[in-house]
């Protein structure tokens, strides 16, 4: 149990250093990415409405998935999840 927690410290600590841009990337990088990307930098403000439309999508993707999990809403009478809960020959 000891060993998975020591690897796995060892690995995100290791991870951190590749993830992150090395100086001569640090230098080419606008002010935005802060150092957070490594190789190519953004070509056009293009890039930064793509990657902020793209990071719009995922947080709402998240959202409504961890909302509909935890409340997901079907009251209806004639609903598939009733149908299943309420049969009788259901077995378990």
Request: aromatic residues 10%.
């Amino acid at each position: 149990m000891m060993k998975k927690h020591i690897f796995s410290a060892l690995l995100l600590t290791g991870g951190y250093n590749i993830a992150m841009a090395c100086d001569a990337c640090k230098k080419k990088q606008a002010v935005v990415p802060g150092g957070l990307t490594h190789g190519r930098t953004p070509d056009s403000q293009w890039d930064y409405v793509i990657v902020l439309v793209m990071v719009v999508i995922v947080l709402l993707t998240l959202f409504y998935s961890v909302k509909w999990l935890i409340r997901p809403g079907e009251k209806s009478a004639d609903h598939i999840k009733q149908f299943i809960l309420n049969n009788s020959s259901y077995e378990r």
